[in-house]
């Protein structure tokens, strides 16, 4: 068979089975299971929107706030790496907000599945564990979630597109799914760290202060107040942080609309045994201001 002959046999062929198949593929409806302490909650996220390599739970009647943090949301990035989940429950009658805890989530956190299918472009996961009355504190009341998920993703224009903290630690990228804020001095609201964490041991703080406009280059020390970067590692067995002893430099290139923008290297010692060395290169971060909480 010469080629122009069976190159019209392949498309005669394409074309009389695609006329053959008269049915349709119907796109799988969005699922979406909740319990909370094992009753059935009303949640119904519907959409699953990314944003880089976030990918956001909600339900769609609450888009205009995106992100909702106190109505419901769960956050992670297409690696299955944990954000932070966000619930409203009833103690005693009165509705309250849960989170998931903050820190190294991959420890306290019973489990948590996700699929990410890029080709077509579809999440799936199931979930279990406690959430807390106070993200920071292990001790505070909980509830106990467990739930599934099987939703479409969707590329939409979001606020503050593209916020994200990456770097390497000793040559292993690593990135963060989740940034809180909390007060560096007690009287001040403007002196703060900027804590960006994932579902690991590790979380970095970006030390500054918002009311400032200051750009450029900032050499930092581990005594350095302002303008600095700290790596810390958690210690399961205390509930807390070690803050390692940083040397390096904050290049800061951009400071809008509550935003700010910049690159950062340094050299990380444990505190305690000066062996323990984790060198942070090609840091870039592009956050926010988020609220207290």
């Not at 940034?179 to 690991?200: H, P, Q, Y």
Request: net charge negative; aromatic share 16%.
């Amino acid at each position: 068979m010469g080629i122009k002959k069976y190159i019209s046999a392949v498309i005669l062929s394409a074309f009389f089975l695609g006329c053959g198949n008269s049915d349709e593929v119907t796109p799988e409806e969005p699922q979406f299971s909740l319990y909370i302490n094992g009753e059935l909650s009303a949640y119904k996220f519907d959409k699953a929107i990314q944003d880089g390599d976030m990918i956001y739970l909600i339900e769609s009647n609450f888009y205009n706030q995106f992100p909702i943090l106190s109505k419901g949301t769960m956050s992670f990035d297409k690696f299955g790496r944990l954000g932070q989940i966000t619930i409203e429950a009833q103690t005693a009658g009165i509705n309250r907000v849960f989170r998931s805890f903050r820190h190294f989530s991959l420890e306290y956190f019973e489990s948590f599945n996700v699929n990410y299918d890029s080709i077509n472009q579809r999440v799936t996961g199931t979930f279990s564990g406690l959430v807390y009355y106070d993200p920071e504190n292990i001790q505070s009341e909980t509830k106990y979630i467990n739930g599934s998920f099987n939703l479409p993703v969707r590329r939409e224009v979001v606020p503050l597109a593209g916020l994200s903290n990456k770097c390497k630690l000793n040559g292993q990228i690593w990135s963060s799914t989740f940034s809180f804020i909390t007060k560096l001095n007690e009287s001040s609201f403007d002196k703060v760290a900027l804590n960006c964490v994932n579902n690991d041991k590790y979380k970095i703080a970006i030390k500054f202060d918002r009311a400032e406009e200051n750009l450029g280059l900032f050499p930092f020390t581990d005594s350095t107040f302002l303008n600095s970067v700290v790596l810390s590692v958690y210690d399961v067995e205390q509930n807390q942080y070690v803050n390692y002893n940083c040397t390096g430099q904050l290049d800061i290139s951009q400071r809008a609309f509550n935003t700010i923008r910049g690159t950062y290297n340094f050299t990380a010692v444990n505190p305690t045994d000066e062996s323990d060395v984790i060198v942070v290169s090609e840091g870039a971060f592009f956050l926010d201001y988020p609220p207290f909480s």
